[in-house]
């Protein structure tokens, strides 16, 4: 259980166009979902947390009207890079956690994170 | 702001020979604390955590970690390393949440590539 899948996996996308990518809990309902990003060989930068039903807190330094976060379902974060630049190549990974108080033993500290979006803007 | 400090780059050691993997992070109050392994161009994967209670904590395969708040360090350990151990380590951390219990989003640090040497 606590699944967490991304879409898609490798993404080209020429400078100027947006690029959308899914993160889906598959197994459970995640209220509250992460966004980070990983430049070659350095480590995971948090740069959101997307809120189901609200609006996302984004990170200091992180430009929300280039990177629009979009949580409207209980298993759904949808982040998209609008007029991508190749500085914005990177890797993103979404995490997922379970809802405050809920399932025994699982707690809601834990973030379970999916397989990653290898973005490349040329 | 929470900060991590993963001592040591990179760490090379010999299959069957102890892993030690260092962890410190800077807080005032103690955190929530994590490790994670990461194989090329795959996701984060969940070692172990410590939330509260026992201060050593084991893992999945073969890891476990000591919360020590005098030193405020976390480091990673593993009695005897495997070639399939091979892999980046991250050590993160996030505060005790605002609602309660949650945890915000993670402060990780710079990863440890663990070498292993046949």
């Known amino acids: 259980g606590a699944v967490v899948s991304q879409h898609p996996s490798r993404v080209i996308c020429k400078s100027g166009t947006s690029v959308k990518i899914e993160c889906r809990s598959l197994?459970?309902?995640?209220?509250?979902m992460f966004w980070y990003r990983q430049f070659p060989k350095q480590s995971l930068m948090l740069m959101a947390t997307s809120n189901e039903g609200s609006k996302a807190t984004y990170e200091q330094g992180v430009e929300k009207d280039k990177f629009l976060i979009n949580h409207a379902s209980l298993t759904l974060s949808t982040l998209t890079v609008t007029s991508a630049h190749p500085e914005d190549s990177s890797f993103y990974i979404c995490s997922a956690r379970f809802p405050l108080g809920s399932v025994v033993g699982r707690g809601s500290y834990e973030q379970y994170f999916g397989p990653g979006t290898r973005l490349t803007v040329t | 702001a929470q900060s991590v400090t993963q001592l040591g780059s990179h760490v090379s050691v010999s299959e069957g020979a102890l892993v030690l993997l260092r962890c410190n992070y800077s807080?005032?109050?103690?955190?929530?604390l994590f490790w994670y392994v990461q194989y090329p161009n795959q996701g984060l994967q969940l070692l172990l955590k410590?939330?509260?209670?026992?201060?050593l904590v084991k893992g999945i395969n073969g890891f476990e970690a000591e919360f020590k708040k005098s030193e405020t360090s976390f480091h990673l350990t593993k009695p005897s390393a495997h070639m399939s151990d091979a892999a980046e380590y991250f050590c993160a951390v996030s505060d005790r949440g605002s609602q309660g219990g949650g945890a915000d989003g993670l402060t990780f640090g710079k990863g440890t590539h663990l070498i292993i040497q046949p």
């Open positions: 410590y939330t509260t209670g026992a201060t």
């Open positions: 197994d459970f309902q995640a209220t509250t």
């Open positions: 807080s005032s109050v103690p955190p929530y």
